[in-house]
């Protein structure tokens, strides 16, 4: 069964079935009370008892235009022969159900239009059975129903005419009252019902079936390939719970495909570069070979010098190679480090010295300063650190762009860490760039060209190594003037035990 279905006949117990046991419930304890009241006083309770209408509430009910008169007729016993005045007044009492008449001497000046059939049984001047205070009972032989007649006699101060004004109540009309009562409490109670079946099913709508719908869409939309959507939760039900789940598998559905693409246009982007960098060394190569097969070499100094570059182009090839397959091992997060104690004035000392004559050779002014103390000490992988150096250092030869060349390598003891600085005088880089030169394939016009070559994946490569070493690595640079990079990896502290 749908839940719509089951809805609808939810909403529908919820409002006829209220209903059915209030009216059974209503009608059980009318004619329990009905029951207790003849047993307890004896008497036989007839069903036309309701129309039975006191006396006593028919005087309540013309009290208060019987007393409005009254004081009229203390104030200015005159306007009870003005016409238009006794017209306004029997239009204001008209809404209560009373009428009036009025009647000076033995001439019925005003009177409604609805007692005219008993004007000629209406009392006396100077009525003696109470008339003034409890009213009298009149029967209307016209069949309109009996009449509650109360009667206020005076005497007009000008000419001492007898006057009497009379509030006429029809006892058969608190009948239809009653019944508009009824109808009215069976009304509200309908309505009662019928917002609270209402409110009920909006209530289930809107917890159930809305977030449904909600689920439903996305639903679809995943089915069709759109992710750019946000499922918004506002219950903390288990409709709400199951959204917050689904948003939640949205999100990482977005977040791999946005990586596929981005790992997609990075691998494209490193095929690219790669093969743009092999090209240009195995197109030397091809050459090369071409001039030694060719017989331009024709000296020992031209084949040396061939030979000479030949290799120096397989190296660079080799390089590139070695590159990319360690950019495959930071993806699946399998560097294979080997870590040892490593001291700091020792091994920087070697890696100058290897620097120092591949930079003399390339016509670059090198320098290298040490200020920590010899027996400083490092745990670090020695081939991944060097290859962190050596990358650097090609990136700052790369961009090298003054006849003089200089790089420095200083290397600073602060606390609990060393700080590596290596400084150039390149052609520097922006500082809107700055904070991006480390993420893979970034290239910005005045630091890192495409034009240059390599594969655009160096920085990222040092900034993993440094990371996985437990140290961090920042940059600073300024255009034409030069960049600095820092990075520092934690010092070796022996625990002694007392």
Sequence with gaps: MKLKTRLCISFCAILFVPMLLV????????????????????????????????????????KEAFEEMSQVIEEDTERMRDVEYLSELEDSLKKKGISIAVRVDDVI????????????????????????????????ESGNGDKFVKQKDFVFPSDKAQGSVFVVKQINQWIPEMK??????????????????????????????????????????????????VIEVNEKDEIGQLCSDFEEMRKRLKESAEAKIQFDADNKELISNISHDLKTPITAIKGYVEGIMDGVADTPEKMERYIRTIYNKANDMDHLIDELTFYSKIDTNRIPYTFSKINVAEYFGDCAEELGLDLESKNIEFGYYNYCDRNVIIIADAEQIKRVINNIIGNSVKYIDKPQGKINIRIKDVGDFVQIEIEDNGKGIAQKDIPYIFERFYRTDSSRNSTQGGSGIGLSIVRKIIEDHG??????????????MYFVLRKYQEVTHE
């Excluded at 059974?24 to 329990?32: A, D, E, K, P, T």
């Excluded at 239009?113 to 003696?128: A, D, F, G, V, W």
């Excluded at 159930?208 to 719908?213: A, E, H, R, S, Y």
């Design 23 to 62: 009216a059974i419930v209503v009608r059980g304890l009318f004619n329990y009370q009905l029951r207790m009241i003849e047993q307890t006083y004896n008497i036989e309770l007839s069903k036309d008892m309701f129309t039975h209408v006191p006396i006593q509430l028919l005087n309540r009910s013309t």
């Design 180 to 229: 508009l009562l009824f109808i009215e409490i069976a009304i509200a109670v309908v309505f009662v019902l019928v917002f609270t079946a209402s409110a009920m099913t909006m209530w289930i709508f809107r917890s159930i079936l809305k977030p449904l719908n909600t689920l439903k869409t996305a639903t679809h939309k995943i089915k069709s390939g759109d992710l750019n959507f």
């Design 109 to 140: 000046i005003f009177s409604s239009e609805n007692i005219t059939s008993i004007l000629n049984q209406l009392p006396q001047y100077k009525y003696e059975n109470g008339g003034e205070h409890n009213g009298i009972l009149l029967e209307d």
């Design 471 to 484: 140290g961090k690595i920042w940059a600073t640079s300024r255009e034409g003037t030069g960049t600095i």
